[in-house]
């Protein structure tokens, strides 16, 4: 499983993630079409720099990794499949714009505390 915030977001195998701002509505600069999958989190993140200094950063580049999540659940329950992965990623999302998946934050923002709990064995 890929995860990614544009460039590869087109192929079916890729988990495409959009950007939300502080209030959770896409985020101005944040990628958006019916390859979205899913939204994160992206404006003003704390983050390493170089240098050993941290600073405050805003991207799709940020939102991409929350979706680090996909290791937390094989980590939890190593025998899922990728699809499998991507599959409670999604149906475990808080549903946010038009209901369902939209064009502009897919499944909706991932929630992390239930996609653990249904990979759960």
């Not at 590869?8 to 944040?30: I, M």
């Not at 941290?54 to 699809?83: C, E, Q």
């Not at 475990?92 to 038009?98: E, F, I, K, Q, R």
């Amino acid at each position: 499983m890929l995860v990614t915030q544009c460039i590869q977001a087109v192929y079916p195998e890729v988990l495409t993630v959009a950007a939300l701002d502080e209030s959770k509505d896409r985020a101005f600069y944040s990628n958006y079409g019916d390859h979205v999958d899913v939204a994160a989190p992206g404006t003003s993140i704390p983050s390493l720099y170089l240098d050993n200094q941290y600073v405050v950063m805003s991207g799709t580049s940020m939102a991409s990794p929350h979706v680090g999540l996909a290791a937390l659940i094989r980590s939890i329950n190593p025998s899922l499949t990728n699809d499998e992965v991507y599959e409670i990623i999604r149906s475990t999302a808080n549903d946010l714009g038009t209901p369902g998946k939209d064009n502009y934050y897919g499944y909706g923002e991932i929630n992390a505390e239930a996609a653990i709990k249904k990979a759960n064995p």
